[in-house]
């Protein structure tokens, strides 16, 4: 597809995802039960890292697709990625995770303009008015591509030091442009995308410290003198060593006060259980503190592919469960919570009922279909498990999204969770029997 035609397709998109954006919002006013939703109703987004590579996994896509609002490339839209020889655009990863975001009325945030890392080799050789020129052909290439279709790009990443100077990094872009080339770089993104908020992104600068306060006095200088930023991102990769800090909310509010939104996005915490919960809490609470706190990313899905996996730092686990911290997560954004939990599936009144039906049967598998029927209420919402016989695994399902908890599938509608009294609605999916044709059991439903 040529380039014209390729941006007259993803304009066309983009006006369908606010349809569908808008859509599912409506609908997560009501249950509320999945972390976007539950954002949404506070007025945030909450998103996740995405990688390309791991959309063709179900569960992957299922737990995504349930649970989020919004998505950052983790590394398709890096330099490297995106032109990795001067002047040759490549953007078939991150169109792909672009496409799927929009097909489901997710937001994508971009990331990343410039950085010092994932730069291709031949960046580093230029001189400095060619390196001036790459620069902002790269912003304007990039951006140009998703004009109208991110909400928020990281335009510079981790350009200051850590430690207690304050000092910038050294990079190609520092060393040889100096400190000027992120206000060439905020000036450049916003003439190639102004509906886009542009952010400086950087890690260690959640807490107030020296690094924190030269990004806050170089965000201030920005402002005073006009220089177009809109947004500071606050990466928070925290664990033992460098835990939530006590003043981070004091430190989002800091900046918000230049009159900037500041979004958590690269969020994620090591550790596990209840401890691991209350730092979760902890950064959800800080940002639904700052007004101007507009959404978080966690950065990445599911523990085992998360950059820091062995540390387990995400709200699902390498089996797509909810982990304690996505029950805090969720809980600290106002969301239902799990079954039986104050304002969650199963209080209050509404009931259904979900029963089972073998509907295909072959040598190697069969095909199941549950309904799901409203008791003598509306309900807005539901839940149904169905507990597969050991070896038994599930290959497809459709009219309905499933999270996987060893053989116990949970599902909960895709498009078809508001009932009205008495009514039914199904869902389906296709089992692989591995040498078992015994039927799985149908738990209980559970109506929001
Ligand atoms: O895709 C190649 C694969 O073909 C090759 O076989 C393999 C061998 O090492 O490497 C694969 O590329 C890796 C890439 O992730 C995709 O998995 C790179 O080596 C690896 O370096 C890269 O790591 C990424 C890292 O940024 C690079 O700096 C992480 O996935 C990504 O999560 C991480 O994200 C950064 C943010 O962009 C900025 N803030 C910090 C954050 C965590 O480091």
Known sequence: MNMILRRLSRAATA???AAAALTAAAHSAEAADTLGSAAAGQGRYFGTAVAAGHLGEADYTATLDREFGSVTPENEMKWDATEPSRGTFTFTSADRIVDHAQSRGMDVRGHTLVWHS???SWVGTL????????MKDHISGLMGHYK???????VVNEAFQDGGSGARRSSPFQDKLGDGFIEEAFRAARAADPAAKLCYNDYNTDGVNAKST?????VKDFTSRGVPIDCVGFQSHFNSNSPVPSDYRQNLQRFADLGVDVQITELDIEGSGSAQAADYTKVVQACLAVERCTGMTVWGVTDKYSWRSGGTPLLFDGNYAEKPAYDAVLSALGGSGGPGEPGGPGEGTATCTATYTRTADWDGGYNGEVTVTAGSEPIGSWTATVTLPAR???SALWNGTAAFNGNVMTVRPSWNGALAAGTSTTFGFTVTKNGSDAAPAVGACTAS
């Open 15 to 17: 006006g369908l995802v």
């Open 118 to 120: 994932q730069l291709p």
């Open 127 to 134: 001189g400095a008015s060619d390196l001036r020129t790459a």
């Open 148 to 154: 109208g279709e991110i909400h928020s790009w990281d």
């Open 214 to 218: 030269a990004v806050y006095n170089m």
């Open 392 to 394: 038994q695994s599930v």
